[in-house]
């Protein structure tokens, strides 16, 4: 092959070369344009829909309408709620002939909720927003519509419960005293500040359960362990916090303050010197909760709320551990 050949051939592959190139440019390019048109779009879209804290929403909730800002139904992130009245998918939620947001919900209950949003906007760490007050026969239907909502940990009814007045302590170790038809449990005077247990009398499979204790000795407000635990677990050692099944609260000034979940500790410095001597504490013990777990909640007279998981379908007890030389704690009567 001549020399002109080779040269016109290398000509012709150039060429191609330019061609090829020039149309994988002209792809590029219009891929880039039509992302630009569909982001400016975007744009102008999300421009449409900008949303105030200050916006009043309009609502019909099972025929009943409400009205309240924007700002209160958003208030606890990461709900059901916040995500709806973000203002990113507000025009695809369903509304009534007069433009109303619409909620196949129970009027009263998504009242309740709405009432405990609205006081928590207003509410301090010295005065806390009040848990919802629902009759006890109503609990499961309205836990199921907070649960929906996404609000599980922030909603807590209040006035749900099943009164307890025949409490009293049973099994303990043998340092501890009971006194006053085993009302109160006295630890022995002990300088190596030796844990000793105690445990209730009766025994909870199901319903809404609410104990309340007082500490009515509580030595330098340092340790001391509340909480549940199952009803078989047969007593290995004096630290009934540590046993298999055990679940609650190390409450106290010591430094070391968590929970226990099944004898399993995790730290909480949440907890840290929120219990002190003359306190009366209240052990919530729910055997109906959802999500196939029970629950078990602690109420402080701080008005702080802490809440543990449990198993369903167990059966369990009262279970306290004491630390303290003479320390003293009272089933409180309802």
């Known amino acids: 092959m001549s020399s002109e050949d080779l040269l016109s051939q290398f000509d012709e592959m150039v060429k191609r070369f330019k061609h090829e190139f020039n149309d994988i440019i002209e792809r590029e390019r219009a891929k880039m344009k ?196 199952k009803r078989h677990v047969v007593p290995e050692n004096n630290k009934s916090f540590e046993w298999r099944g055990s679940y609650g609260w190390i409450l106290g000034s010591c430094s070391c303050e968590g929970e226990y979940n099944n004898g399993i500790f995790t730290r909480n410095k949440s907890l840290t010197g929120v219990a002190k001597q003359s306190d009366t504490i209240e052990l919530v013990l729910d055997c109906n909760a959802t999500d196939n777990n029970a629950r078990l909640t602690l109420n402080l007279s701080t008005r702080q709320w802490f809440f543990i998981n449990i198993p369903q379908s167990q059966t369990w007890r009262l279970n306290v551990t004491l630390l303290g030389s003479n320390d003293k704690i009272r089933i409180v009567e309802n």
């Open 34 to 229: 039509a992302e630009v048109e569909a982001y400016n779009a975007e744009k102008q879209r999300m421009k449409s829909v900008e949303v105030s804290d200050d916006d009043m929403i309009h609502l019909n909730v099972g025929g009943q309408k409400f009205t309240t800002k924007r700002s209160t139904l958003c208030q606890v992130e990461g709900s059901l709620l916040a995500s709806m009245f973000s203002g990113r998918w507000e025009d695809g939620l369903e509304r009534d002939q007069d433009g109303a947001i619409f909620f196949d919900f129970s009027p009263q209950y998504f009242g309740f909720i709405l009432d405990y949003l609205r006081t928590k906007k207003i509410a301090t760490p010295e005065s806390p927003a009040s848990m919802p007050k629902v009759p006890e026969d109503q609990v499961k239907n309205f836990n199921n519509l907070v649960e929906y909502l996404g609000l599980r940990d922030e909603i807590v009814p209040g006035e749900i419960v099943e009164i307890v007045p025949s409490e009293k302590f049973n099994l303990h170790s043998p340092e501890v005293t009971l006194y006053e038809n085993k009302k109160v449990a006295l630890n022995g005077p002990n300088s190596d500040q030796s844990h000793r247990y105690v445990l209730g009398r009766n025994v909870y499979q199901q319903g809404i359960v609410k104990l309340k204790l007082k500490l009515e000795s509580f030595q330098n407000n340092h340790w001391i362990f509340v909480g549940i635990g």
